[in-house]
């Protein structure tokens, strides 16, 4: 089946540092990624859309300034949170999407991240 | 709004069945996901439903009723390693996927 891997799986950060987190798509080219998170207890919140080549769509109350995603091939996905705080530490995952249909999504482990 | 509701935690016994119900509110419809979700993992795909009926996969079945906004998922055979976090996604019109806030199962020996 389709495999996506995240990396780092954890990262601990000082607030006011940048964080960077990949998303990779291993045996398929995704057309589509797609960033969530989740804080815990809580259902995935859908942060943005990306597709490869264009912009990201943020959903609403989304700071696209504050976190950055960059689709730059049809395997990877990058989600930079920028001048990280502690209320960002959270657990954020990507799926990728086949394109061919569109309910296949698959998702990556995830990454925890503690801002300090 | 779109709201999806289910139980937020059910236990059940090892080696029985179990239903999780979901109810949904969506603006339009393109198919109900059940994702299965270990604690500290993200989410695996377990069914699509976008026909009313029954769909089964060994120990799992999910059910669809559209004119009622209504699914279940059924677990068979429950084992311990089937203790998770059930969760229920609905795809709108646009395509974009409205999940629920999950149902915590928990099997008791």
């Known amino acids: 089946g389709a495999v996506v891997s995240q990396h780092p799986s954890r990262v601990i950060c000082k607030s006011g540092t940048s964080v960077k987190i990949e998303c990779r798509s291993l045996d398929f080219q995704a057309t589509t990624m797609f960033w969530y998170r989740q804080f815990p207890k809580q259902s995935l919140m859908l942060m943005a859309t990306s597709n490869e080549g264009s912009k990201a769509t943020y959903e609403q109350g989304v700071e696209k300034d504050k976190f950055l995603i960059n689709h730059a091939s049809l395997t990877l996905s990058t989600l930079t949170v920028t001048s990280a705080h502690p209320e960002d530490s959270s657990f954020y995952i990507c799926s990728a999407s086949l394109g061919t249909e569109l309910y296949e999504q698959y998702f990556g482990p995830g990454t925890r991240l503690t801002v300090t | 709004g779109q709201n999806i509701d289910q139980p937020t935690e059910m236990t059940a016994t090892e080696g029985a069945i179990v239903q999780i119900n979901c109810t949904y509110q969506?603006?339009?419809?393109?198919?109900l996901f059940w994702y299965q979700q270990h604690a500290g993992e993200a989410p695996t795909f377990l069914s699509y439903?976008?026909l009313d009926g029954l769909e089964e996969k060994g120990r799992f079945s999910s059910f669809l009723s559209r004119s009622k906004g209504y699914s279940y998922l059924l677990l068979k055979e429950l084992q311990m390693k089937d203790s998770a976090s059930y969760l229920c996604a609905v795809m709108d019109s646009n395509y974009q996927l409205i999940w629920g806030a999950g149902t915590k199962l928990i099997i008791k020996p």
């Open positions: 439903n976008v």
């Open positions: 969506t603006s339009g419809f393109n198919g």
